[in-house]
């Protein structure tokens, strides 16, 4: 069965600091990997994907992430954040099923938060 | 701005009713997912539609059930609320073959509480 892992279920860091969201995967078949960011009361808008090609994929808002096929993982980091990076993030991975469609399987979230 | 809407924002019922809640794709996106994210979790996949079938489904009873319509509008209907069922409702929308998802748009959700 597929799962996904956030090690983290809360980050805080300080403003202007460095970051890094951890994700682990499993899965007997390929998969596609998203990160999502969820502000509250609001919906999920998407920050990054993998779907193949170079494993260092750069999203939105300066966030990247890099797919690493053998620890099966997809970190997430940003170099420098801001107060308006507070929110919730959430690792997923998309399946493909075999009555030909896609399941997409996200973890529980890692709650960062930027301190001024 | 995704495109994506949903109806109503916020929801209460008492247990053992009914709710039916709205979805409003993307143009152009024939396939929409629903999931429920409870308070403190992740969202978890309900089930799918394309094209007006339902094409996959989670771990959910049948007291969940769904329609799409020839516009790809989509709706979810709960029967029977318990109040276990209070959660935030996502509607996703995407396009391609099957719903292939290489990127899905969300709904901003409709936060359903049960008492």
């Known amino acids: 069965a597929q799962s996904v892992t956030q090690l983290d279920s809360q980050v805080p860091v300080f403003e202007e600091a460095p970051v890094e969201l951890r994700c682990n995967y499993s899965s007997s078949v390929s998969v596609y990997l998203f990160w999502y960011v969820q502000y509250p009361n609001q919906g999920l808008q998407l920050l990054l994907k993998y779907l193949s090609g170079s494993t260092l994929v750069k999203g939105i808002n300066g966030f990247e992430a890099e797919f690493n096929k053998s620890q099966t993982s997809f970190h997430l980091r940003k170099p420098s954040v801001h107060i308006s990076d507070t929110a919730e993030y959430f690792c997923?991975?998309?399946?493909?099923?075999?009555?030909?469609?896609?399941?997409?399987?996200f973890g529980p979230g890692t709650s960062l938060s930027v301190i001024p | 701005e995704t495109g994506v809407t949903q109806s109503p924002t916020h929801l209460i019922k008492t247990r053992g009713q009914q709710v039916t809640l709205r979805c409003s794709s993307q143009?152009?996106?024939?396939?929409v997912s629903w999931y429920q994210q409870a308070l403190g979790q992740g969202p978890q996949f309900i089930f799918q539609y394309y094209r007006e079938e339902e094409n996959g489904r989670g771990n959910f009873p049948p007291r969940f059930s769904g329609l799409q319509f020839p516009n790809y509008s989509s709706e979810l209907n709960v029967n029977a609320l318990e109040l276990d069922d209070s959660a935030l409702y996502l509607c996703a929308s995407s396009s391609g073959y099957r719903g292939r998802n290489t990127e899905a748009f969300f709904g901003q959700g409709t936060r359903l509480t049960v008492v």
């Open positions: 143009s152009g996106h024939n396939t």
């Open positions: 997923a991975v998309s399946v493909r099923m075999k009555t030909s469609y896609d399941k997409v399987i």
